[in-house]
């Protein structure tokens, strides 16, 4: 069975650009959750998509947003690129309990 | 919401000791308590979980315990190992029809050969 599947594995912007990361759930997995990891910190919950509908966001600003598609795939976007949104950016799929993390994005934004 | 506290957030221990992680949590009606490993550069994987209506739960070297009265949660690592050495998380999941996981600090585990 394959696994939670992210793109693309590194990205790097310049301040005030834009980017974007994708996300492909496991099979049957419905939700889909963002969560961004600074570098030695924790995991700070971003965003949940479920069934198409953004369920729940983190204490980020309106700059991080995104959706998720009719396949549950989903993306995410972050606008006007602050230098401390440098981070791996996780995201991770579930079924009623589990939940598993895909590999991850590096965003540097320089 | 939910608020979990881990503690905690470094523990090193010799090879062949065990090692003990401990979080709490604050809403009664989690249910669900994950626990994740995270080797440097990589992903966190789930290592071994427990739900509400179990107190213990084994996994070769790791156990999981649940007191829901107190509202805390336990790792334990037995003959541990250098290669057990990564930042572990604890999570719990609150209930009424939520799936979102709220995580731990995490605790940075070294374990000295």
């Known amino acids: 069975e394959a696994g939670v599947t992210q793109s693309p594995t590194h990205l790097i912007k310049t301040r005030g650009q834009q980017a974007t990361l994708r996300c492909s759930p496991i099979s049957g997995h419905t939700s889909v959750y963002w969560y961004q990891q600074a570098l030695g910190l924790g995991l700070q919950f971003l965003l949940w998509?479920?069934?198409?509908?953004?369920?729940n966001r983190g204490n980020f600003p309106p700059r991080f947003s995104g959706r998720q598609f009719p396949n549950y795939s989903s993306e995410l976007n972050v606008n006007a690129l602050e230098l401390e949104d440098s981070a791996l950016y996780l995201c991770a799929s579930s079924g009623p309990y589990e939940q598993y993390f895909g590999p991850g994005t590096r965003l540097t934004v320089t | 919401g939910e608020n979990v506290e881990q503690h905690p957030s470094t523990l090193s221990v010799q090879e062949g000791d065990s090692a003990v992680i401990k979080c709490t949590y604050s809403d009664s009606a989690s249910n669900y308590f994950p626990w994740y490993k995270q080797e440097l550069g990589k992903r966190p994987q789930l290592i071994i979980d427990?739900?509400?209506?179990?107190g213990e739960k084994k996994d070769q070297r790791i156990a999981v315990t649940l007191n829901k009265t107190a509202k805390h949660f336990s790792l334990h690592i037995t003959e541990t190992q250098p290669e057990d050495s990564a930042v572990y998380f604890c999570?719990?999941?609150?209930?009424?029809?939520?799936?979102?996981?709220?995580f731990g600090k995490g605790t940075k585990l070294s374990v000295i050969p």
């Open positions: 999570a719990a999941r609150s209930g009424a029809g939520s799936y979102q996981l709220t």
């Open positions: 998509y479920d069934e198409g509908e953004e369920r």
């Open positions: 427990i739900r509400s209506n179990v």
